[in-house]
């Protein structure tokens, strides 16, 4: 149905000057970080927790804001880009979208305007970017209903149909607590990986969190444990856990 005729941007989204307005691409601006290592193993996890088939689509959430779902969702999608793998990364959070600056997309055409417009051209919304094989689809403009445009059937049909021509996509939903839309979203998805923070996510939001994808018989596949102290031992791994990605002492005191 969709030609993926990506529209080409520039050869500089990973510069330092649009992260300053979006997220830390460790893995696209040293990929042989230790932290871009962590980013590896729980590619790894991800593609060996279904020995029965690999997945087409995943969903990144977070019970609360500023866990950093948004920043493991693109340097994962990286990362498995690295590995060969065409992928997507979709801004599903059209509440506070992070594609657009992370990438250095200016007034993007996105996700909202194939969900509100019945004759947009989705190709339109797809970017390419300066990573062999790692497509980006920005939110676009802020809608009045997420979690209805969400929740529509024209949504079904893009999920299925950017699965059917691409190796894997990400979607960056909003946190779970905050509005429904990751809620909603995680039940057309394979599978769901929840994001929790060292010192900042509490337990009790994670398990309110859990307990709202239970609810709606989310697939959860796993959780990420982010900002780890890398000398703190072999890591954590959380109650569905499957890996982390974490800072030495010096990056902690540098972010």
């Known amino acids: 149905m969709f030609g993926l005729k990506s529209k080409k941007k520039k050869k500089n989204e990973l ?16 990929p042989s970080s230790v932290i871009s290592e962590q980013f590896k193993t729980v590619r790894t996890n991800i593609q060996f927790s279904n ?10 959430t977070s019970s609360m804001a500023s866990e950093g779902k948004s920043t493991i969702a693109a340097n994962l999608a990286v990362t498995f880009a690295n ?31 194939y969900l509100t417009d019945r004759d947009f051209d989705v190709n339109q919304a797809i970017y390419e970017t300066s990573v062999d094989n790692l497509f980006v689809m920005p939110s676009g403009p802020v809608p009045p209903n997420p979690a209805e445009l969400l929740n529509s059937k024209r949504m079904d049909l893009l999920i299925k149909a950017l699965s059917e021509q691409l190796d894997l996509v990400i979607y960056d939903a909003p946190p779970l607590l905050s509005v429904t839309d990751a809620q909603v979203l995680s039940t057309k998805v394979e599978g769901t990986i929840l994001v ?30 982010n900002d780890v102290h890398s000398e703190g031992g072999s890591g954590y791994y959380g109650y569905y856990g499957y890996g982390y990605y974490g800072k030495s002492d010096k990056e902690q005191k540098n972010s």
């Open 15 to 30: 510069s330092m000057d649009s992260m300053q307005n979006g997220v830390e691409m460790i893995s696209a601006a040293d």
């Open 51 to 60: 020995a029965d088939k690999r997945y087409r689509n995943i969903l990144l």
């Open 83 to 113: 590995q060969g793998l065409k992928t997507l990364l979709v801004d599903a959070d059209m509440r506070r979208p992070t594609i657009n600056a992370t990438f250095s997309i200016a007034n993007p055409k996105g996700l909202t305007n």
């Open 196 to 225: 929790t923070r060292q010192n900042t996510t509490e337990k009790e939001a994670v398990k309110h969190a859990v307990d709202l994808l239970k609810h709606v018989n989310a697939n959860i596949i796993g959780s990420i444990y």
